[in-house]
Each structure stands twice: as C-alpha cells, then as structure tokens.
C-alpha cells in the first residue's frame, strides 16, 4: 500500500497533511510547531503509524459491515410476509 502526501495546509497554529492513495484519502492534524520540529525520519514514522491506524479503522469497517450483512441475509426471508388477523383479533 502507497499513500502520498497530496497537500499540506496550514490555519493556524496546526498543520494537516493530506495523504492520497489508489482508494482512499485521509488527512494528519498536528500542531505547526510539532511538525516543524520533527526529522524528516521521525516525520516518516508519525505518518507510516497514521497509515496503520488508517487501515485497521477500514479493516474494522470492513468486518462490520460484513457482518451486518450477514444478520440481514438471515432476516431477508421476513420481507413480504403477510400477517392475517381474524376477526375477534386473533
């Protein structure tokens, strides 16, 4: 998986690092001052960690909605189905 930074803006005293990738999009909010004062290997670090993060959220997402799938193809065969009452209400 590859991400570039796409763009950087800056309002403020914070900082927010747009990363792009085939599929997806995220941004990285840190302070101004934090990011200057980071080495360029520190930087990296920080961002591969954010990307980490970024991909088990959608990895959790994922499974989620899986799984809500699934107790919805369990439940489909409601759909349609007529209730009578007799009269008397019964």
Do not use: C, N, P, T
């Not at 302070?31 to 991909?55: D, G, H, P, W, Y």
Request: aromatic share 4%.
């Amino acid at each position: 998986m590859e991400y570039e930074i796409a763009e950087v803006r800056v309002e403020g005293d914070r900082a927010l690092l747009v990363l792009r990738s085939d599929h997806d999009s995220f941004g990285i909010d840190i302070s101004f001052q934090k990011l200057q004062s980071l080495s360029e290997s520190k930087l990296e670090a920080l961002i591969k960690e954010k990307i980490r993060e970024r991909l088990q959220l959608l990895a959790d997402i994922r499974r989620e909605e899986e799984e809500s799938q699934k107790k919805l193809q369990a439940l489909k065969h409601l759909v349609g189905r007529k209730i009578k009452l007799k009269r008397g209400g019964k």
